[in-house]
């Protein structure tokens, strides 16, 4: 090497050319390694993913399923041409669920012809048999249709006014979906279906989850590609030559795959939100590769394969690895969310950005020690006329553009008041989806397809007869509410014995007044479904309510829950809490506002720490402050005036806005600081060169990265959509914060100095 201090100084760099082929067999064999790890990675949607963050939670779902069994389940609503209290449907319908109920993992099914069977099963034990005027097994149709539609248990629920809808609820065995994909079942439910001879359509929790996981495997596949086509078309109008175009693509694509080797060895599994780490990678990754090679190739011609290693790419190891810092701690910060989902997400995509920093920098390496750099094609000089163009606007109009920007803060921060928190985890789907088009079907015929459930502990005597009536009079009043369709409990099984007991008279459905008659009421419900009985009712005395509410958002889901608690009137010594996945996800959106905040905190006090590593000075440290919280208070705005709801997906933007847009400050401030060293007395002309220079790598490494992230308004997952145009729209928002308004307040700032 002609230059001893620099080949001293990036000895490692030159070490890394020389057993180059060393260092790629080393890649080359843990590639391999991370391929055969990430076989293991699966896809999960289940409910688990969305909202058990910590095992405490973990060990109370466990503890209300190891009691009253599975909250998981599949909605089954049947359409018949023709009523189905007619014969001929009727026993198709039968005929359908006895198929479905013996299906492996089915734990339960509650249909009107499951009913009927537990009432012909009492028949067949009475020994009165005169009370019931006809057998079910041989009425006829016009009595049975006005026996279904007067039975409190069958209508509305279980069947339609018209007769034509019929509904199935399939109750999942605990031990087979054990907080796991219900795919599976889900499946051989669908194949059962559509071999049958009744036109159906399906919905329910596991049925939502179960099409997340095959549109997030979909996804995976279809984003990376779009975006990998879009990248590299970019890089080649960029570079202008094949070399550095197929090496930084190479390099990026070996980091997705020690990704996905990570996500297997930490038993992580991807879900719908996480299915865009491989293209954020890929993204990211391209841009400290754009920087480097784009530095390199200002290097003279002449040099030698070391000298131009050490001359081009050593001076921008320190600012690739700083900004792969702070994306780090942009996605890392996601784990203070306390969301499965958004925390997993920044693990993936913090190991992958760290991965593309050790593969980027090894393939500039050799493409520099090749001399297979980037040409300069005109398209460069157009770059720099741009950049600096940005740049001199800053400086001849600083209180202009300080102005400009004041206001729109202004603007940004009165939108961002209009933000409004909330999700649902059918709404990830495409409005064009399957499974959305029968849900929104089945909740036309039959409100009430989601569920909240509640245990009742501490009572003294829960058995008592008082407690029972206390549990009825609690669900008669939340009935009255417009949001909750139905209820179920030991009391609803009570008051369908008490029916039989006295004829099947409709007004009987109730608790006995007398306790003698209720607890003969119990016997008899224990005798005919002493399963319904085991899953409401635990042996320690613990109760279980159901409530079916109409499907709504997180917010009022949370509402719901807590006019239902107001409702309950129990003993002092009792205690009525909610419980299930359905209703801690729904407390969970309840802290998505904190838990962005904390996010954005973590991430801008480790963020502050770079900046003031970097700049040094004050001076350079405001302008750096102002021109990375200009894009997140602008993308706040943005959010606010496009209405984008704040959701499990669009929780992240913030923190990972605030990790990303420091980059091309990071890049800035470093040649500013050189071109301020070589000009000490001309600080506007240090500016302008450092925007011709340095503001031509971060105009195009933003182009790429904007347009990559764009990729993901092609995603038919809303929220990932969303995430998409809200990034992308931020990395432009840093560009002009970096190019115009940083300009403007070093020129204020250092015109007050000199004053």
Request: a negative charge; proline letters at 4%.
């Amino acid at each position: 090497m002609n230059d001893p201090a620099m080949a001293r100084r990036y000895f490692w760099l030159i070490w890394a050319w020389r057993y180059r082929f060393v260092i790629l067999g080393a890649y080359l064999a843990l590639t391999a390694t991370a391929l055969w790890s990430a076989r293991d990675v699966r896809v999960d949607n289940s409910p688990v993913s969305w909202v058990l963050n910590d095992a405490s939670l973990t060990q109370e779902y466990r503890w209300f399923r190891d009691r009253f069994g599975s909250d998981a389940f599949v909605v089954v609503a049947f359409r018949a041409e023709h009523p189905f209290w007619n014969a001929d449907n009727y026993e198709k319908l039968q005929d359908v669920n006895e198929r479905l109920c013996t299906l492996p993992g089915i734990h339960a099914c509650v249909s009107l012809t499951a009913i009927d069977a537990a009432t012909i099963r009492f028949i067949s034990a009475s020994e009165d048999r005169r009370t019931f005027l006809v057998d079910p097994r041989d009425e006829h149709p016009a009595q049975r249709k006005d026996r279904l539609l007067s039975d409190p248990l069958i209508a509305p629920r279980l069947l339609s006014e018209d007769g034509r809808w019929a509904l199935t609820l399939l109750n999942l065995d605990s031990r087979a979906d054990d907080l796991s994909d219900p795919s599976t079942i889900v499946g051989d439910i669908d194949r059962t279906l559509a071999s049958g001879p009744l036109q159906y359509a399906l919905t329910g929790p596991s049925v939502i989850y179960s099409a997340l996981n095959e549109l997030s495997r979909d996804e995976i596949r279809r984003l990376f590609a779009l975006s990998a086509i879009v990248i590299v078309v970019l890089m080649a109008v960029i570079f202008r030559r094949a070399a550095p175009v197929l090496a930084t693509f190479a390099a990026v694509c070996v980091s997705v795959s020690w990704m996905f080797g990570f996500i297997g060895l930490a038993g992580y599994s991807v879900n719908v939100l996480s299915s865009i780490a491989p293209t954020v990678v890929l993204v990211i990754g391209v841009s400290d590769c754009v920087h480097t090679l784009m530095h390199a190739a200002e290097q003279p011609g002449n040099l030698s394969a070391e000298d131009r290693i050490a001359a081009g790419i050593g001076p921008m190891v320190r600012p690739c690895f700083l900004t792969t810092l702070t994306t780090m701690i942009g996605f890392g910060s996601l784990v203070a969310t306390g969301l499965p989902m958004t925390a997993e997400l920044g693990v993936m995509v913090a190991v992958g950005v760290v991965g593309a920093f050790v593969c980027g920098m090894f393939a500039c390496v050799v493409v520099a020690g090749y001399g297979l750099l980037p040409a300069a094609p005109a398209i460069h000089e157009r770059f720099s006329r741009w950049s600096l163009a940005t740049v001199r606007a800053g400086l001849r109009l600083p209180r202009a553009m300080l102005c400009m920007a004041l206001v729109l803060v202004t603007i940004s921060v009165g939108y961002s008041f209009d933000i409004r928190v909330d999700g649902n985890p059918l709404e990830q789907l495409p409005a064009d989806h399957r499974v959305r088009r029968d849900a929104a079907l089945v909740e036309q015929h039959f409100p009430g397809t989601s569920v909240l459930d509640f245990v009742i502990t501490g009572s003294t005597d829960s058995s008592s007869a008082q407690t029972l009536r206390h549990v009825a009079l609690w669900e008669e009043s939340a009935l009255q509410r417009e949001q909750i369709q139905w209820s179920l409990s030991e009391t609803s099984g009570i008051k369908r014995a008490n029916q039989l007991l006295n004829g099947m008279n409709v007004d009987e459905f109730r608790l006995p007044d007398e306790d003698n008659d209720l607890n003969r009421a119990r016997w008899v419900h224990k005798l005919i479904a002493p399963h319904r009985q085991e899953a409401f009712r635990t042996k320690d005395g613990d109760m279980r309510v159901t409530f079916g509410v109409s499907d709504v958002s997180a917010i009022d889901l949370r509402k719901t829950i807590s006019e239902i608690l107001a409702l309950a009137s129990f003993s002092p010594e009792t205690i009525v809490h909610p419980v299930g996945l359905i209703s801690t996800w729904a407390e969970q959106f309840e802290n998505l506002v904190g838990a962005q905040i904390r996010s954005f905190a973590w991430a801008f006090v480790f963020v502050t720490l770079i900046l003031v590593a970097i700049a040094r000075t004050r001076r350079l440290i405001f302008v750096a402050v102002i021109a990375n919280s200009l894009p997140v208070i602008l993308v706040l705005g943005l959010t606010g005036f496009l209405e984008i709801q704040l959701d499990l997906g669009t929780v992240a933007v913030v923190s990972v806005v605030l990790g990303l847009v420091i980059d091309n400050t990071i890049h800035f401030i470093h040649r500013l600081r050189v071109e301020i060293h070589d000009r000490p007395n001309n600080t506007e002309a240090a500016i302008e060169e450092t925007g011709r220079t340095a503001g031509r790598s971060i105009f195009m490494a933003s182009v790429i990265l904007s347009t990559g992230f764009a990729t993901l308004v092609f995603a038919r997952i809303d929220s990932v959509a969303w995430f998409g145009i809200l990034i992308s729209a931020a990395l432009f928002m840093a560009l002009l914060a970096d190019l115009l308004i940083g300009p403007s307040v070093l020129k204020l700032s250092w015109a007050r100095s000199d004053t």
